[in-house]
């Protein structure tokens, strides 16, 4: 069972940057396309970046497209998320997440990944 830690969050100016990144322990990474998904306060938790397992297609939400980057080093077990030029409307907890099946290509739908980490809290004051 992969586990996985998320770090990196904070509180942020608008226009500022922040690279989260989320450590995969107990399987196989390198096998499993990866998403990053995010939950404002009161609304649903929504898709926001994937990758696949080798790391040559990404995948972004329109709200973050241009802003933001997924990508992956699968000798360190880590995925990340470089965010810039942040909004206020990216406050949200963000989530990584591993795809149910190896070797699977990405996807914004979050009943098909079934790991997931506990959350790192960004903040983009305006």
């Known amino acids: 069972q992969v586990q996985l830690v998320e770090s990196g969050g904070g509180l942020v100016q608008a226009g500022g940057s922040l690279r989260l990144s989320c450590a995969a322990s107990?399987?196989?990474?390198?096998?499993?396309?990866m998403g990053w998904f995010r939950q404002a306060p009161g609304k649903e938790r929504l898709f926001a970046a994937a990758i696949s397992w080798g790391g040559a297609s990404t995948d972004y939400a329109d709200s973050v497209k241009g802003r933001f980057t997924i990508s992956r080093d699968n000798a360190k077990n880590t995925l990340y998320l470089q965010m810039n030029s942040l909004k206020p409307e990216d406050t949200a907890v963000y989530y990584c997440?591993?795809?149910?099946?190896?070797?699977?290509?990405?996807?914004?739908?979050?009943?098909?990944?079934?790991?997931w980490g506990q959350g790192t809290q960004v903040t983009v004051s305006s």
């Open positions: 107990g399987g196989t990474f390198r096998s499993y396309a």
């Open positions: 997440a591993k795809r149910a099946n190896p070797g699977s290509g990405s996807s914004r739908y979050s009943h098909d990944y079934d790991s």
